[in-house]
């Protein structure tokens, strides 16, 4: 089974699992996780839209879509549909897809004050409950096809931090010089701002939905997060992980379609508690010192996926 009907398969059932008879997704990271479709990538904000819909009961995808380029063919060309600002559009084809009207409990992943009016008025029976922490679960724990995008990503990032690191420049034409061998690698969309200042190098990428991340202090021998990465096992809780802290910025948060729970440092995370096939960028910052890794948390201990700068 490809990974993105794996992925699919995991949400829908976790979704019907938790009583959800219809998924209206907004947020692009579980659209991507959902549907697998590639879509255009868009800067800044935008407001909660019915951008992908699932019937928990068929597995049926509808897609906010104006052409089949980068949609999976599982997704049949009758259940896209094209962008629109008309509300009354949009409630007709959420009104006239399959479930909707019949739905018991409808889940959203983001809100809105017009959206919650136009789901009360085309699913009339329905409970409008809130289901992102149901997708944020099954997401937390990483199939291994998961992880060989992970990698690869990575690799991405890391073309960029040495080409970076190896350019006589100016900061900003050696942070040129990393985007540009990103780009080149396989990937122009950042997962965040690239950080090039002096001696510290930081560059991410997002390459076929997942993001690859890699920090470093050009020319530190020292690691300031290695006590962190090998605190990085299976059933470590927050507070676990303070204690392997170093003095100075740290932080531990989960890493696959971009930024994900759980986010773990001085201040937040104390009771969240690390699982087997978890993905985390680990980084500390000491002094001058900075190092950023990919870590899998796997039952043999921690291994990191990021790749060593030459």
Request: proline fraction near 6%; hydrophobic fraction near 45%.
């Amino acid at each position: 089974m490809s990974l993105h009907l794996q992925r699919r398969t995991r949400a829908v059932d976790a979704l019907a699992a938790a009583g959800i008879d219809m998924m209206v997704c907004g947020r692009q990271d579980h659209i991507n996780y959902i549907a697998g479709a590639h879509q255009l990538w868009t800067a800044g904000t935008r407001p909660f839209g019915p951008v992908c819909t699932v019937n928990t009961a068929t597995g049926e995808i509808f897609l906010l879509s104006t052409w089949d380029e980068g949609v999976p063919d599982d997704i049949d060309l009758d259940h896209l549909h094209g962008i629109t600002w008309n509300g009354a559009v949009v409630a007709r084809r959420l009104a006239a897809t399959p479930g909707m009207a019949d739905a018991k409990r409808v889940g959203v992943d983001a809100w809105s004050p017009g959206m919650a009016g136009l789901l009360g008025a085309v699913a009339p029976n329905a409970e409008v409950v809130p289901a992102d922490d149901v997708l944020v679960r099954v997401r937390r724990i990483k199939l291994p096809s998961e992880v060989d995008l992970i990698r690869a990503a990575g690799a991405v990032a890391a073309a960029g931090a040495a080409a970076a690191t190896a350019h006589p420049g100016t900061d900003a034409e050696r942070l040129a010089a990393g985007v540009e061998a990103m780009a080149l690698a396989g990937s122009s969309t950042p997962a965040g701002e690239p950080e090039v200042c002096g001696s510290i190098v930081d560059f991410s990428c997002i390459r076929s939905h997942y993001e690859g991340g890699l920090g470093r202090t050009a020319g530190g021998a020292s690691r300031p997060h290695a006590g962190l990465v090998q605190a990085c096992v299976p059933g470590a809780t927050g507070q676990d992980l303070r204690q392997a802290a170093p003095d100075g910025d740290w932080l531990v948060r989960g890493s696959g379609m971009g930024f994900e729970p759980p986010v773990i440092n001085a201040r937040y995370g104390a009771g969240e508690a690390l699982e087997g096939n978890m993905v985390l960028s680990v980084s500390a910052r000491t002094g001058g010192e900075y190092a950023r890794d990919t870590v899998l948390v796997t039952e043999q201990g921690p291994e990191i996926i990021s790749l060593e700068l030459p």
